[in-house]
């Protein structure tokens, strides 16, 4: 049998497959059990990302054997120096991150949540095991891989009703924001300065959960129906039918098996992407101070209260995260990211305050609290859901995999900017200083270049639609 000929014969037998899946009828209840196991998955990916920041203090005094435990010591320093320059190479590691992605537009959505659940669970059994900076180090490299997919966020905008798509994602980021207080009250438990090696228990729930939850998600949600249609519409083309779309993607820079490359010339040549691409550049060049707020809450405070502080917080990032859902889909998606910016500014300056002037745990986790939970609603809205609403279905996956990594050299210019300063200056000030002006810019030119995209029916868009 020729290959074209092979090839034909697995495509017709994937199209049975699908139309069969397409065909089955859901239960009354699908969607709010789809959404209990995505939630779940949710709070894997949110526990994930925010773990080792928070036990960041912790691993470095046992892995550098920093006695003094301290975190103004030249040996803490030192140590930040050499942990925090693979943050910002990691930015590089993850340009592979797209090509991973786009192959949900071709092989499904629900294989690729149980990979990257999966592989989130594995990343932190790793950083568990570690006996030396390297295996940390790797460890936190395969976190860092894995965590910025949401692939759980695809997931709920192409399975729950439009008119619903960002309430449900922040209810849903909302409630897992909120379970990261898991990790104050799992440090509160095991978390002991007198055993240098005891941060490592506090993995070891989200661990089996993270590689239960993943392991099962296959077995327990169906592919979305999204997913569904555009693919069998792919399948169901003739080969002169292919030919002449193929003839339309080259002119149109889209296509409808999606690609990294071609998700790359798209966004440039589309207009709307192309100032959404300019503005994540410009806002994730704030997002560094989320990987040192624990370093600065240790050097005011005991471990001890640090714990509250780190049960606290999650509450206010929630509670923040769910109302955003609320006002993004009644004011807009542009509208709620002026007041998530401006309330991430004004709560990382209280956090500051609260931790120089001494305000306790309390004032510093609702502080930090709020101003996480309006930077990463922020995060959520101009790199995933305005992406996802300004591109065609068979490019969408494609197009947030590759923005996402794209996004990432903002990112990689304010960590250059804190890795280099924070040896000159005290680390809560550079917070202020970089995240100020980036935030400002970022807003400006999402407020003037970038065109409204909430209600947008997702089915409808074309590769004319935002020019």
């Given at each position: 049998?020729?290959n074209s000929?092979r090839?034909?014969?697995?495509?017709?037998?994937?199209?049975?497959?699908?139309?069969?899946?397409?065909?089955r009828?859901?239960?009354?209840?699908?969607?709010?059990?789809?959404?209990?196991?995505?939630?779940?998955?949710y709070?894997?990916?949110?526990?994930?990302?925010?773990?080792?920041a928070?036990?960041?203090?912790?691993?470095?005094?046992?892995?550098?054997?920093?006695?003094s435990?301290s975190?103004?010591?030249?040996?803490?320093t030192?140590?930040?120096?050499?942990v925090?320059?693979?943050?910002?190479?990691?930015?590089?590691?993850?340009?592979?991150?797209p090509?991973?992605?786009?192959?949900?537009?071709?092989?499904?959505r629900?294989l690729?949540?149980?990979?990257?659940?999966?592989?989130?669970?594995?990343?932190?059994?790793?950083?568990?095991t570690?006996?030396?900076?390297?295996?940390?180090?790797?460890?936190?490299?395969?976190?860092?891989?894995?965590?910025?997919n949401?692939m759980?966020?695809?997931?709920?905008m192409?399975?729950?009703?439009?008119?619903?798509?960002?309430?449900?994602?922040?209810?849903?980021?909302?409630?897992?924001l909120?379970?990261?207080?898991?990790?104050?009250?799992?440090?509160?438990?095991?978390?002991?300065?007198?055993?240098?090696?005891?941060?490592?228990?506090?993995?070891?729930?989200?661990?089996?959960?993270?590689?239960?939850?993943?392991?099962?998600?296959?077995?327990?949600?169906?592919?979305t129906?999204?997913?569904?249609?555009?693919?069998?519409?792919?399948?169901?083309l003739?080969?002169?039918?292919r030919?002449?779309?193929?003839?339309?993607?080259?002119?149109?820079?889209?296509?409808?098996?999606?690609?990294?490359?071609?998700?790359?010339?798209?966004i440039f040549?589309?207009?709307?992407?192309?100032?959404i691409l300019?503005a994540?550049?410009?806002f994730?060049?704030?997002?560094?101070y989320?990987?040192?707020y624990a370093?600065?809450?240790?050097g005011a405070?005991?471990?001890?209260l640090?714990?509250?502080?780190?049960?606290?917080?999650?509450?206010?990032?929630?509670?923040?995260?769910?109302?955003s859902?609320?006002?993004?889909?009644?004011?807009?998606?542009?509208k709620v990211?002026?007041?998530?910016?401006s309330?991430?500014?004004?709560?990382?300056?209280?956090?500051?305050?609260a931790?120089?002037l001494?305000?306790g745990?309390?004032?510093?986790?609702?502080?930090?609290?709020?101003?996480?939970?309006?930077?990463?609603?922020?995060?959520?809205?101009?790199?995933?859901?305005m992406?996802?609403e300004?591109?065609?279905?068979?490019?969408?996956?494609?197009?947030?995999?590759t923005?996402?990594?794209?996004?990432?050299?903002?990112m990689?210019?304010?960590?250059?900017?804190?890795?280099?300063?924070?040896?000159?200056?005290?680390?809560?000030?550079?917070?202020?200083?970089?995240?100020?002006?980036?935030?400002a810019?970022?807003?400006?030119?999402?407020?003037?270049?970038?065109?409204e995209?909430?209600?947008?029916?997702?089915?409808?868009?074309?590769a004319?639609t935002?020019?």
């Amino acid at each position: 049998m020729k290959n074209s000929e092979r090839t034909r014969e697995k495509e017709r037998r994937e199209l049975e497959r699908l139309d069969y899946e397409a065909g089955r009828a859901r239960p009354a209840r699908y969607l709010l059990f789809v959404m209990i196991v995505l939630t779940v998955i949710y709070i894997v990916d949110e526990i994930t990302s925010n773990i080792n920041a928070a036990m960041q203090p912790y691993v470095l005094f046992d892995l550098f054997s920093i006695g003094s435990r301290s975190v103004n010591s030249p040996e803490y320093t030192r140590a930040i120096n050499t942990v925090a320059p693979w943050q910002v190479a990691s930015n590089l590691f993850l340009i592979i991150t797209p090509f991973y992605k786009a192959l949900s537009d071709k092989y499904g959505r629900r294989l690729f949540l149980m990979i990257n659940t999966v592989g989130m669970g594995l990343g932190m059994l790793i950083v568990m095991t570690s006996r030396s900076v390297v295996q940390y180090i790797l460890g936190m490299l395969f976190m860092l891989f894995f965590t910025p997919n949401d692939m759980q966020v695809l997931y709920i905008m192409e399975t729950a009703p439009k008119e619903k798509r960002a309430t449900y994602s922040f209810i849903a980021k909302g409630v897992a924001l909120i379970s990261v207080s898991l990790i104050g009250v799992l440090s509160k438990a095991f978390l002991r300065e007198d055993l240098p090696s005891s941060w490592k228990l506090v993995y070891l729930i989200p661990v089996i959960v993270a590689l239960v939850i993943g392991a099962g998600s296959y077995f327990l949600v169906r592919e979305t129906p999204v997913f569904l249609e555009q693919r069998r519409a792919w399948l169901s083309l003739t080969p002169d039918e292919r030919a002449a779309r193929a003839a339309q993607d080259r002119q149109n820079a889209t296509s409808e098996e999606g690609g990294v490359f071609r998700a790359i010339k798209f966004i440039f040549k589309n207009r709307q992407l192309r100032w959404i691409l300019i503005a994540g550049f410009l806002f994730f060049a704030t997002t560094f101070y989320t990987s040192y707020y624990a370093t600065v809450l240790e050097g005011a405070m005991s471990t001890d209260l640090v714990a509250t502080a780190l049960i606290i917080y999650p509450f206010f990032n929630g509670l923040v995260t769910i109302a955003s859902g609320f006002f993004s889909d009644r004011l807009g998606r542009k509208k709620v990211c002026l007041l998530l910016g401006s309330l991430a500014l004004a709560g990382l300056a209280l956090f500051v305050l609260a931790c120089r002037l001494g305000w306790g745990p309390i004032a510093a986790g609702v502080a930090y609290g709020c101003s996480i939970g309006g930077l990463w609603s922020m995060s959520d809205t101009i790199i995933l859901t305005m992406p996802a609403e300004s591109s065609p279905s068979g490019m969408r996956s494609s197009v947030m995999g590759t923005i996402s990594v794209m996004i990432g050299a903002g990112m990689f210019i304010g960590q250059v900017l804190f890795i280099v300063l924070q040896n000159f200056f005290s680390m809560d000030l550079l917070f202020l200083f970089i995240c100020v002006p980036f935030m400002a810019l970022s807003l400006l030119v999402l407020m003037t270049k970038v065109k409204e995209t909430r209600d947008v029916d997702l089915d409808s868009i074309t590769a004319d639609t935002w020019q």
